[in-house]
């Protein structure tokens, strides 16, 4: 991952206006670029992902990809760039699948923000410890997926530059499937039920596994 860059673009307003949103956005890129030209830095591409809070405003979670390692661009000139309130960059030196990592991340929902001041001893929740928008650690409950109900119907909830390869979707049976990662390690796995009236009408099975011939190189596969 020393070709990747994990930022965060946040408001100092409660921004809640999505038609200015991705507008916002690509202002910050266009001028991204030009910062990373006139310093002799290369272009990079990039995943950008709108995540909306439970009060309403927005901001963005951002996935620069570079060439090659990863420039060091200062907090505060990321931050004069969007000028549009505070700006973190988060390491994913020890992330291991990245796919699943950020979109968990962009998924979950911390349990007071889903459903307010709940004694979590109470409500039998477990705490995890997390780290802060300024690297301070604390304690926090999570819920899974929460955050999905929070985009509007139709909402695109990432986009991306045009150098980005999308990944290669094709249809087989699940020997099949098995027998295309065999061998391979499995990275992360879930299993969804859709039922309706308490009847189970279909089952999807997510699995992701990790081929890696050295421990530098890494290809993540879904099934």
Not at 37 to 63: D, T
């Amino acid at each position: 991952m020393k070709k990747c860059l994990w930022i965060t673009l946040t408001y100092a307003e409660n921004m809640t206006d999505t038609k200015r949103l991705y507008n916002d956005f690509h202002k910050f890129n266009m001028r991204l670029q030009y910062y990373l030209r006139i310093n002799g830095l290369p272009k990079c591409e990039y995943i950008v992902a709108a995540e909306p809070q439970g009060r309403g405003a927005w901001h963005f979670h951002l996935l620069l990809l570079f060439p090659k390692k990863a420039p060091f661009i200062p907090n505060a000139e990321l931050a004069r760039i969007w000028g549009k309130g505070f700006v973190k960059v988060t390491s994913l030196k020890n992330v291991d699948n990245v796919g699943v990592y950020l979109t968990a991340y962009l998924g979950d929902m911390d349990f007071m923000e889903a459903f307010g001041n709940v004694d979590l001893k109470d409500a039998k929740i477990k705490e995890v410890t997390t780290t802060d928008e300024h690297n301070n650690k604390r304690k926090k409950a999570i819920v899974k997926g929460a955050r999905l109900k929070l985009y509007p119907t139709g909402f695109r909830i990432y986009r991306c530059s045009r150098g980005i390869k999308k990944p290669v979707i094709y249809e087989c049976t699940e020997a099949e499937a098995m027998e295309s990662v065999k061998g391979q390690a499995l990275t992360f796995e879930k299993t969804i039920q859709l039922s309706e009236d308490g009847e189970i009408f279909n089952v999807i099975h997510y699995r992701h596994y990790n081929r890696k011939p050295n421990k530098k190189k890494g290809v993540s596969r879904e099934e």
